[in-house]
């Protein structure tokens, strides 16, 4: 498949498509990046970005739809040019709290549809507005999952319009299997959104999401930052591989590019979240240059079977995903 700078969707299994790169928004929550969410949106749109990956636990959803909005009144791009994927936290998982909780979503980015919708975590924790429900000792207080009534309520969001696209995120086989084999089941998830890049390449699950027609998506596609509260730092950082620094030469890109391009040439969708303008169109820089086979297989070599993203303080969940092979 040709992917271009101008021309990257690839397809969905539902008809739609998806753009194979995209903007990631999440940020650390200080007061100074949420000012430059709004910016950093609005300088991806220009730099060709038409991807944007959010959530309303990101708190910054108002500012992409602004970015957005204003960008669309620009005469920039139009609604349709432009695909939104937003997520359904692990508090909102009752079904009867699914269609409102998208609603909200769609408000605060003043649309009227999202192009894909996705159960964040396959965990449920208590239903209600505090995002990380603890009890009074500091205790996690979880609910138990229900992951078919919740998909039956996300379909019929999508039967009301209010979504194009339906998937899932940080599931592993058995979680997807459980969606895949619901029994009256009438959309299938159309992506998995989950870790993966050179130390950890996921191999065996992007294999069984690729027989299943499910796209994989790339959160930290880079590795991660440093945040030693939600990161596991034992790892290396991803960009200072030496081998990924010498194949940057030898294209003449960075290692950032090296990644991305390795990604994208498996069929994985990749959101990097850069709000420096700079990076970001560095990011966006990969579809000028294809890696040799070879080198594809010596960067899968790489893998180290290594997530920075654990989520270790929820490993004592019922649904907790990554106690499984994958």
């Avoid at 008809?15 to 790169?21: A, F, R, T, V």
């Avoid at 319009?161 to 959309?187: A, T």
């Avoid at 090296?258 to 990604?263: D, G, P, S």
């Avoid at 990969?286 to 490993?315: G, Q």
């Amino acid at each position: 498949m040709y992917l271009s700078a101008k021309s990257h969707r690839i397809p969905l299994s539902d008809g739609n498509s998806i753009p194979i790169i995209g903007l990631g928004t999440y940020s650390d929550p200080a007061p100074s990046i949420k000012e430059s969410c709004e910016a950093s949106v609005k300088a991806a749109i220009d730099i060709g970005y038409r991807h944007f990956d959010g959530a309303y636990i990101y708190k910054n959803e108002h500012e992409v739809g602004n970015a957005i909005k204003a960008k669309i009144a620009e005469g920039k791009v139009t609604r349709e040019d432009i695909f939104y994927c937003g997520k359904l936290w692990a508090t909102n998982h009752v079904p009867e709290m699914v269609r409102p909780t998208l609603e909200r979503t769609l408000r605060t980015l003043q649309m009227d549809y999202v192009d894909l919708y996705i159960i964040e975590i396959p965990m449920a924790f208590k239903p209600g507005d505090e995002i990380y429900p603890k009890d009074e000792n500091g205790k996690w207080l979880y609910h138990k999952s229900n992951l078919c009534a919740t998909w039956e309520a996300l379909e019929a969001c999508k039967d009301a319009g209010l979504v194009k696209s339906l998937g899932v995120s940080n599931f592993n086989r058995r979680q997807l299997e459980l969606i895949l084999n619901k029994p009256g089941l009438k959309y299938k998830p159309v992506s998995n959104q989950v870790e993966c890049h050179p130390y950890f390449t996921q191999s065996k699950l992007l294999k069984f999401c690729q027989q299943h027609d499910i796209v994989v998506i790339a959160y930290s596609p880079l590795g991660t930052c440093r945040n030693p509260s939600w990161v596991n730092t034992t790892c290396p950082p991803l960009l200072k591989d030496e081998f990924l620094n010498s194949l940057g030469k030898k294209y003449n890109k960075t290692a950032a590019q090296i990644v991305l391009r390795f990604n994208i040439q498996r069929g994985v969708v990749v959101i990097p979240k850069s709000f420096n303008p700079e990076r970001a169109k560095e990011n966006f820089q990969i579809f000028d240059f294809s890696l040799t086979e070879e080198d594809m297989k010596n960067i899968e070599a790489l893998n180290k079977n290594i997530r920075f993203v654990e989520m270790l303080m929820w490993s004592d969940h019922p649904e907790y995903p990554f106690h499984d092979e994958y």
